[in-house]
């Protein structure tokens, strides 16, 4: 069965601090996708990024990075010089094979805190 | 970007009352939404799938004669939260794949914060 474990639940640094936030996951799937989510304090869901499975290139966007590492079944996410803006919880999602219709299965979310 | 509308964004309801949320696609075709259920600082819980034209597939343990789901068309699905209680006070949120394949991204709406009372 597919799973989305992120073991962080609660991170806390000062502005201008690198963070990483980790994304391990579970599947039998040889072809799925992962995603990272953003939730600020308003709810609603950002899209950050869309991983393929056969794709294992590092990804930088901005501070953003992503590590993805098939062999580690990982999936991680960095923050660079964190900003107050950055607050928020972060969501890992797996989607489920598409003859399963093909819904995200999100991991249990790290809440990142960045003080000024 | 594609862009998923979702309304009421909050609603406060007697026990006992139903309560409808829309969920609009507004730049795409949408033959499959997700309704998902957030607790308070918990992780995102689907409750079902809708699909345009079909019945929709619930999750494990979701009833489905409480939470009624109609996509009757590409562009709308509605979740309805029926005889509702104060334990069904919650974060609701839709949401749509642009694209036919699951390596497209599903957009979220804003959700709607259900409080009943």
């Known amino acids: 069965a597919q799973k989305v474990t992120q073991a962080q639940t609660e991170i806390s640094v000062v502005e201008k601090e690198d963070v990483t936030l980790d994304c391990v996951y579970e599947?039998?799937?040889?072809?799925?996708?992962l995603f990272w989510y953003k939730q600020p304090p308003s709810g609603e869901l950002v899209f950050l990024i869309r991983?393929?499975?056969?794709?294992?290139q590092n990804e930088i966007s901005g501070r953003y990075s992503w590590n993805f590492q098939k062999s580690t079944s990982s999936f991680n996410f960095t923050i660079t010089a964190s900003q107050v803006v950055d607050s928020a919880v972060y969501f890992c999602?797996?989607?489920?094979?598409?003859?399963?219709?093909?819904?995200?299965?999100f991991g249990q979310g790290t809440e990142l805190s960045v003080k000024p | 970007g594609a862009v998923v509308s979702q309304h009421p964004s909050r609603v406060i309801c007697k026990s006992g009352t139903s309560v409808k949320i829309e969920c609009r696609s507004l730049?795409?075709?949408?033959?499959?939404m997700f309704w998902y259920r957030q607790f308070p600082k918990k992780s995102l819980m689907l409750m079902a799938t809708?699909?345009?034209?079909?019945?929709?597939?619930?999750e494990q343990g979701v009833e489905k004669d409480k939470f009624l789901i109609n996509h009757a068309s590409l562009t709308l699905s509605t979740l309805t939260v029926t005889s509702a209680h104060p334990e069904d006070s919650s974060f609701y949120i839709c949401?749509?794949?642009?694209?036919?394949?699951?390596?497209?991204?599903?957009?979220f709406g804003n959700g709607t914060r259900l409080t009943v009372t």
């Open positions: 809708s699909n345009e034209g079909s019945k929709a597939t619930y």
């Open positions: 991983r393929n499975s056969f794709d294992e």
């Open positions: 999602a797996l989607s489920e094979p598409y003859n399963q219709g093909g819904k995200l299965i």
């Open positions: 730049d795409f075709q949408a033959t499959t």
């Open positions: 949401s749509a794949r642009d694209g036919g394949d699951r390596g497209s991204p599903l957009h």
């Open positions: 599947t039998r799937d040889t072809t799925y996708y």
